[in-house]
């Protein structure tokens, strides 16, 4: 019958990514009993492997790479499915010297031609030699790399056939340093057309280590439970590569699985025991949503210590309504550890304090749209209105120098709002081929522009919102996801059913608009939903917007599932969205 791999290996010492590539890190992983367990959308355990297995397959693969005659530092498409497959070429990349590069699956693209040109276009701008993925996804890769001079697009079992065990016998392997790229990771594109960061093995285990020792502080007991794809930044280095990195156990469920069936992912925690399971914010509000009396019985939440949110917006709501959900299950909600990160640092920068929960400032509309400086001496007006309530996402790591700018780049105090920059050991070295759009975010003295809005508060961070999602309508600044959280309050609408933009209007004024899916089909239904709308909006912003209801599942998202109102915007502009 087969098992997972252990939790416990008291064989091996436990070493935090103190490696110099992540090969090393796999090469001393291997020398244990844990690994990687992948489970069917039932929750049966399909794939157990040792660290030990994969290193062989993946350096076994290494070598048929290096055998087929690819370019070291070639780079290799991966579409990332949550399989062995996956994993074992990604390393197999890193044996051959390569840089492979995670792509999306299927899903939130607006049909078949969306996703084709998506990967067609980077693998275009990465100048891709390769491309693999599973059978039933080759008529898609087919069509996504048509017109790309590409050496091999195919299954890994098409590929492995090109060569025997004893062709690539005597193969050597090339040297890797910790200054060689790693992979290339792209930006999830909810602000512009997807960037590949170039991450080095060196900022990788800077981050890895990080991760493990500093913001999870990994113990022996500690299990993962993931559900999170690997061609995004969370799942791919919070829950594959820091695993290997800190030698820690992990099960898989599909992303495609979870999102069909989300209680599966809180089953396998209460089946094997995990103790460490991250993800955004709609990833708890689904499992709140969709569990039932027959699913809450028997399980078991009480081996889990670290329930990380990041991502996207923290919504505190959504995190009291989950904690109440599953509190008889066990569920401690000082579990929660929020954190702040992206992928042009790696992965993580921030992480809220283990076991603590989370907490959060109540800061007034007039701060937030940045009609005062500061608000040190702001006071609360004791009733709540017009107030939101901000996440704490913890401490910088060590790794890192955080400053909040203002203008001509000039460092904030304590409670000042303004940019998020960071320099550190693992925030990336530029965009992958793409020098102009690295000088826009990256000083020439290792400084990165996050793009992103916030403050510090007794050395935590606090985020406020994304600089380019800032609506301005007469001259007053206001923050989409406050409108939308009003909006989706309404017993109709759920997360992530609205976007807030603003759209041309008189005299060249923006007007502010709000795109709804929409399920109800009754033209009073929908004319009263409009009605309602209007009055929540218009006690956020003090202006009534113009509503627009359209289909469900018709917002555009991006390929880690966040809501891309650039996109909607242009398309609701284009008569695409109507």
């Known amino acids: 019958m087969l098992k997972p791999t252990p939790t416990q290996d ?90 492979p590069v995670p792509l999306p699956l299927p899903t ?134 820091s695993p290997i990195a800190c030698q820690v156990s992990i099960d898989y469920l599909a992303t495609e699985a979870f999102a069909r069936r989300p209680m599966q992912w809180l089953k396998l925690i209460s089946k094997n025991k995990g103790t460490m399971c991250s993800g955004p914010t709609f990833g708890y509000e689904i499992c709140a949503r969709r569990a039932n009396s027959t699913d809450l019985e028997g399980l078991d939440l009480s081996s889990w210590k670290v329930a990380g949110i990041g991502a996207d917006m923290i919504r505190p709501n959504v995190l009291e309504i989950f904690a109440e959900t599953f509190k008889e299950c066990g569920f401690n909600k000082k579990a929660f550890m929020p954190s702040y990160g992206l992928a042009e640092c790696t992965l993580a920068v921030s992480f809220g304090k283990k076991i603590s929960g989370y907490s959060v ?107 380019k999602d800032l609506i301005i309508i007469n001259g007053k600044n206001h923050w989409p996801h406050d409108i939308e959280w009003a909006v989706e309050k309404l017993p109709e609408l759920r997360s992530g059913d609205s976007a807030a933009i603003s759209i041309p209007g008189d005299n060249d004024e923006e007007v502010p608009a709000i795109l709804v899916q929409c399920r109800k089909r009754d033209e009073e239904d929908r004319e009263d939903l409009e009605n309602r709308i209007i009055t929540e909006v218009q006690a956020v912003i003090g202006k009534a917007p113009i509503v627009i209801l359209v289909p469900p599942r018709s917002l555009p998202r991006t390929s880690s599932g966040k809501l891309s109102r650039v996109k909607a915007r242009r398309q609701y502009l284009e008569g695409q969205l109507t």
């Open 10 to 99: 008291t064989t091996l010492p436990r070493r935090y990514a103190d490696f110099d590539t992540l090969l090393d890190a796999l090469d001393y992983a291997a020398q244990g009993k844990r690994g990687l367990n992948f489970y069917s959308p039932r929750g049966e355990l399909e794939t157990s492997l040792t660290y030990g297995q994969i290193r062989d397959r993946a350096h076994e693969i290494g070598r048929r790479l290096v055998h087929f005659g690819i370019e070291k530092n070639s780079r290799v498409a991966l579409i990332a499915e949550t399989n062995e497959d996956f994993v074992c070429y990604f390393l197999g990349c890193q044996y051959a010297g390569l840089l």
């Open 361 to 467: 400032d109540l800061v007034s509309e007039e701060v937030l749209n940045g009609n005062v400086k500061s608000f040190k001496e702001h006071k609360l007006n004791g009733n709540g209105a017009n107030y939101r309530e901000v996440v704490d996402c913890g401490k910088p790591l060590p790794e890192y120098n955080l400053e909040i700018r203002g203008e001509h780049d000039k460092a904030l105090g304590e409670r000042e709002i303004g940019r998020v920059c960071v320099k550190g050991p693992s925030v990336m070295v530029g965009y992958y081929m793409d020098e102009e759009a690295t000088k826009q975010c990256l000083s020439e003295d290792g400084w990165l522009d996050t793009g992103d809005i916030g403050y510090l508060a007794n050395g935590s961070l606090f985020i406020i919102g994304r600089i």
């Open 108 to 241: 939130s693209f607006g049909g078949r031609d969306g996703y084709t040109e998506q990967l067609h276009q980077q693998m275009k701008s990465c100048e891709a030699s390769a491309a693999l993925s599973a059978s039933y996804m080759l008529p898609l890769l087919d069509e996504a790399t048509s017109g790309l001079n590409m050496e091999f697009v195919g299954t890994p079992d098409t590929f492995e056939a090109q060569s025997s065990l004893t062709d690539i016998k005597n193969v050597k392997l090339p040297e890797v340093a910790s200054d060689d790229l790693a992979y290339l990771q792209y930006s999830s594109g909810s602000t512009r057309f997807p960037h590949g960061v170039a991450v080095t093995h060196k900022s990788l285990m800077s981050n890895c280590y990080g991760i493990g020792k500093i913001g999870m502080e990994v113990d022996d007991d500690d299990r993962a439970v993931s559900w999170l794809p690997f061609y995004h930044d969370m799942g791919l280095v919070g829950m594959l590569i």
